[in-house]
């Protein structure tokens, strides 16, 4: 289909947080460097941050973070411009009435080309959909910033919040765990790893920690399961402040220590795989685990592009254009 032919139909935008092109010191750098830059990521004001940032986080942490992602390296790319590539397709199949695109907003496809491209290409609707089952205002609401800047007063654009209380998607990610289960047999314990932000925004107001206890709930219940036998904590902490508690990685040295021997550990914040959950998860915290006394830690893999995910994202957003029709 030519782009004037798209161009009579709705669009429809995937968006993730974005990657690497390589598993590069070169890459990584130019990539954290535009995470790094935005104000939703890190408040502090430009003048201390930047020379903070260039001088000294840039240059150390960029080789032993390209060294992470040249582990868990895709042919095609890293996992997450892979797996969302392909989820972007499987979508696109669900909705052939759509343009169905993808984008990440830092890193290539730039969010800010892509919507530029839709809005000059004139397709009557733009609904974007950020790849963020829980709200936050270090995810969601930057997106919400591109999408201001690039289509202004222009009604033609809308966004998705989040979809973490979303029955159809709260039963795929419980699906995931019960097929796991079958094929590798069930845990001592199921623990929820999502990515954590700062304490002080969440004091702030930013709803996210609720939203990833109300989608952990929900799974729960879905799975029948007892309190007790599920646990709710944050990974991927950064700098010394306080970071939503309890720590992933802690949370598994005491497990270990208590004589828990088999965890199952699943990651719903994110829509596909990643460094966070493959090489984070996956690699580093079951050595964390194991060190501490565990013996194993299975981790359950995020619905990536299964038909199931594609038909949950193809719901919602069929039912987002049909609201603003």
């Given at each position: 289909?030519?782009?004037?032919?798209?161009?009579?139909?709705?669009?429809?935008?995937?968006?993730?947080?974005?990657?690497?092109?390589?598993?590069?010191p070169?890459?990584?750098?130019?990539?954290?460097?535009?995470?790094?830059?935005?104000?939703?990521?890190?408040?502090?004001?430009?003048?201390?941050?930047?020379?903070?940032?260039?001088?000294?986080?840039?240059?150390?942490?960029?080789?032993?973070?390209?060294?992470?992602?040249?582990?868990?390296?895709?042919?095609?790319?890293?996992p997450?411009?892979?797996?969302?590539?392909?989820?972007?397709?499987?979508?696109?199949?669900?909705?052939?009435?759509?343009?169905?695109?993808?984008?990440?907003?830092?890193?290539?496809?730039?969010?800010?080309?892509?919507?530029?491209?839709?809005?000059?290409?004139?397709?009557?609707?733009?609904q974007?959909?950020?790849?963020?089952?829980?709200?936050?205002?270090?995810?969601?609401?930057?997106?919400g910033?591109?999408?201001?800047?690039?289509?202004?007063?222009?009604?033609?654009?809308?966004?998705?919040?989040?979809?973490?209380?979303?029955?159809?998607?709260?039963?795929?990610?419980?699906a995931s765990?019960?097929?796991?289960?079958?094929?590798?047999?069930?845990?001592?314990?199921?623990?929820?790893?999502?990515?954590?932000?700062?304490?002080?925004?969440?004091?702030?107001?930013?709803?996210?920690?609720?939203?990833?206890?109300?989608?952990?709930?929900?799974?729960?219940?879905?799975l029948?399961?007892?309190?007790?036998?599920?646990?709710?904590?944050?990974?991927?902490?950064?700098?010394?402040?306080?970071?939503?508690?309890?720590?992933?990685?802690?949370?598994?040295?005491?497990?270990?220590?208590?004589?828990?021997?088999?965890?199952?550990?699943?990651?719903?914040?994110?829509?596909?795989?990643?460094?966070?959950?493959?090489?984070?998860?996956?690699?580093?915290n079951?050595?964390?685990?194991?060190?501490?006394?565990?013996?194993?830690?299975?981790?359950?893999?995020?619905l990536?592009?299964?038909?199931?995910?594609?038909?949950?994202l193809?719901?919602?957003?069929?039912?987002?254009?049909?609201?603003?029709?």
């Amino acid at each position: 289909m030519t782009t004037s032919a798209h161009s009579s139909v709705p669009a429809v935008v995937l968006v993730n947080l974005g990657t690497p092109d390589a598993p590069t010191p070169k890459a990584v750098r130019r990539y954290l460097a535009e995470f790094l830059h935005d104000h939703r990521v890190v408040a502090l004001t430009r003048w201390l941050w930047c020379p903070i940032l260039h001088f000294v986080i840039l240059p150390f942490r960029s080789p032993r973070v390209a060294k992470l992602y040249a582990g868990v390296w895709m042919d095609g790319g890293s996992p997450l411009a892979v797996h969302t590539a392909r989820l972007t397709e499987a979508v696109q199949r669900e909705m052939p009435e759509a343009r169905v695109v993808h984008a990440m907003r830092y890193g290539n496809p730039s969010l800010r080309t892509v919507l530029e491209q839709l809005r000059d290409a004139g397709h009557p609707r733009v609904q974007v959909l950020p790849l963020y089952p829980q709200y936050s205002t270090t995810t969601t609401a930057s997106v919400g910033d591109v999408v201001d800047a690039v289509f202004g007063r222009d009604g033609r654009a809308r966004m998705r919040a989040d979809y973490h209380a979303d029955s159809a998607w709260v039963e795929a990610v419980a699906a995931s765990i019960r097929a796991h289960w079958d094929t590798h047999g069930r845990g001592e314990r199921l623990l929820f790893s999502f990515h954590g932000i700062p304490q002080r925004l969440a004091d702030a107001g930013d709803p996210y920690p609720q939203h990833c206890r109300a989608g952990a709930d929900a799974i729960v219940r879905a799975l029948g399961l007892r309190e007790d036998e599920a646990l709710l904590t944050f990974q991927s902490r950064f700098g010394r402040e306080p970071w939503l508690q309890p720590y992933t990685d802690e949370t598994l040295k005491a497990l270990g220590g208590e004589g828990v021997r088999t965890i199952d550990v699943v990651c719903p914040g994110f829509a596909v795989d990643c460094l966070e959950t493959l090489e984070e998860i996956a690699l580093q915290n079951a050595e964390i685990f194991h060190e501490h006394g565990g013996q194993a830690l299975r981790y359950i893999p995020c619905l990536n592009d299964a038909p199931v995910h594609a038909q949950v994202l193809a719901a919602l957003a069929r039912r987002d254009l049909e609201a603003d029709a």
